[in-house]
């Protein structure tokens, strides 16, 4: 059975840092490009970052430099280390594969920037 579990958010004051991990269960994790999405209110869930089985990570420019994606394929988990954080930043984080088919949508983890 598939299964991604995300923890780690919390409530953090602006310039915080937090540290986000996902564990993966039922699938070949370590043949998967992985990814963090995060959804804010009232939005459509976003990828934030990738990274592929060789540790290239693709991100978007607005998240480089406060952001870093990790991986751990001996233990099936998925990090982000998030920095610098920002009031826009509260968003409910994901972790998924990067490319379709997507798998089930775990619970998430949320993430909440005071000002």
């Known amino acids: 059975q598939v299964q991604l579990v995300e923890s780690g958010g919390g409530f953090v004051q602006a310039g915080g840092s937090l540290r986000l991990s996902c564990a993966a269960s039922?699938?070949?994790?370590?043949?998967?490009?992985m990814g963090w999405y995060r959804q804010l209110p009232g939005k459509q869930r976003e990828q934030v970052a990738t990274i592929q089985r060789s540790g290239t990570v693709t991100m978007p420019r607005k998240f480089q430099g406060r952001f870093t994606i990790s991986r751990d394929d001996s233990k099936n988990t998925l990090h982000l280390e998030m920095r610098d954080l920002r009031p826009e930043d509260t968003a409910i984080y994901y972790c998924?594969?990067?490319?379709?088919?997507?798998?089930?949508w775990g619970q998430g983890t949320e993430v909440t920037v005071s000002s």
């Open positions: 039922g699938i070949n994790f370590r043949l998967n490009v």
């Open positions: 998924n594969k990067a490319f379709d088919p997507l798998l089930a």
